[in-house]
């Protein structure tokens, strides 16, 4: 399937094709998810057992410790440097350069990436966008890709996500027009349609002004109320229920857990 979808996508470039008629396209693929992705079954839990990580020969996050469990979230603390992104990554099973045990669903996720991959929302410092597409044509691809459903989410539900980060009016304005704040924001669009347990999100207020905030901080609260999970890493002051911080450096004086 995927084979088909690069040949289709090259036919309409040669033959230059608008984007309208890729819009088309993309779009079309909501209906058609085929994903044959498996998620793990029971209650959703993320544990890490005495895990270090390091970057470029210099460890940063030594020994920790950390359980989360369902309807709980974990904001990650430390300055710059500390180690956050390159502990999210670790998480997110995007990154192997680490010891010692991370679980998921009570399974080394070593031996589990693509069930991890399945239940999880990794959000990291880059918006993940294609400058030619539009927001709505970017979240329709990625809906393709990483959205089981039943039942096809419509143009309606994607524009109503990118309403709730205040795009709506931008929805069909290829992303190279757009300011790098706007691209973010298309990102964060993929809260408000995600059917992941596990959101992993690194730096997810940045640009993002005063009632943006509130409306995403609203948005992870009800995340956690559905017995989901999320790790955030943030300078910013949080609003929200059921989260704890952990600081790395203090972990790695202590070399413990959170």
Not at 250 to 256: D, T, Y
Request: charged fraction near 15%.
């Amino acid at each position: 399937m995927v084979l088909t979808f690069y040949q289709r996508l090259i036919e309409k470039i040669i033959n230059d094709q608008s984007l309208a008629i890729l819009s088309e396209y993309f779009l079309s693929t909501v209906a058609s998810n085929h994903s044959t992705q498996a998620h793990l079954q029971g209650e959703a839990s993320l544990v890490l057992d005495a895990v270090s990580c390091e970057r470029g020969e210099r460890l940063l996050v030594e020994h920790l410790s950390l359980t989360v469990t369902a309807g709980q979230g974990v904001r990650i603390e430390g300055p710059n440097g500390s180690g956050k992104t390159t502990l999210l990554r670790v998480l997110a099973g995007l990154s192997q350069q680490y010891s010692g045990m991370v679980s998921w669903c009570g399974n080394d996720i070593r031996q589990a990436r693509a069930a991890l991959a399945a239940d999880t929302l990794y959000i990291g410092h880059l918006a993940g966008v294609k400058a030619l597409l539009s927001p709505l044509e970017n979240l329709a691809w990625w809906v393709s890709l990483h959205i089981q459903s039943s039942e096809p989410l419509s143009k309606a539900s994607l524009l109503n996500a990118l309403s709730q980060v205040g795009l709506q009016r931008f929805a069909s304005t290829p992303c190279y027009q757009l300011s790098a704040g706007q691209q973010r924001r298309i990102a964060l669009a993929r809260l408000y349609l995600s059917q992941h347990r596990l959101w992993i999100l690194d730096e997810p207020f940045t640009a993002i002004d005063i009632d943006g905030v509130t409306l995403l901080e609203q948005r992870i609260a009800e995340h956690l109320a559905q017995g989901n999970m999320a790790i955030i890493t943030t300078h910013q002051t949080m609003k929200i229920d059921g989260f704890r911080s952990c600081a790395l450096d203090a972990v790695k004086q202590k070399a413990g857990g959170c």
